[in-house]
């Protein structure tokens, strides 16, 4: 069973960072696609950023500039290094993997940017 398990998040003031990491178990950590998605109040989940097995990165335009994703496969773990935050980043972030065992998701993180 695969399990992802967020950590990082927290109250920053607009212009901060804040590091996300996400570690993984129950999987071939190396094999699978990755990513952190986030969803606001009232707002549809969306996509923030993608890492593939290779490590080619995806950013939503929104966060371009502002967000790298990660991968240590050593360690099972992803990261999301957030600079430059602004009020509108706040949500909740979710780490997800996509594999052979399918789309899973993590519990999600508070990430709340004051202005």
């Known amino acids: 069973q695969v399990q992802l398990v967020e950590s990082g998040g927290g109250l920053v003031q607009a212009g901060g960072s804040l590091r996300l990491s996400c570690a993984a178990s129950?999987?071939?950590?190396?094999?699978?696609?990755m990513g952190w998605y986030r969803q606001a109040p009232g707002k549809q989940r969306e996509l923030v950023a993608t890492?593939?097995?290779?490590?080619?990165?995806n950013y939503a335009d929104s966060v371009k500039g502002r967000f790298t994703i990660s991968r240590d496969n050593a360690k099972y773990t992803v990261s999301l290094q957030m600079n430059a935050l602004k009020p509108e980043d706040t949500a909740v972030y979710y780490c997800?993997?996509?594999?052979?065992?399918?789309?899973?998701w993590g519990q999600g993180t508070q990430v709340t940017v004051s202005s």
């Open positions: 997800n993997s996509n594999g052979a065992q399918g789309t899973n």
């Open positions: 890492i593939s097995p290779g490590s080619t990165a």
């Open positions: 129950g999987t071939i950590f190396r094999l699978n696609a």
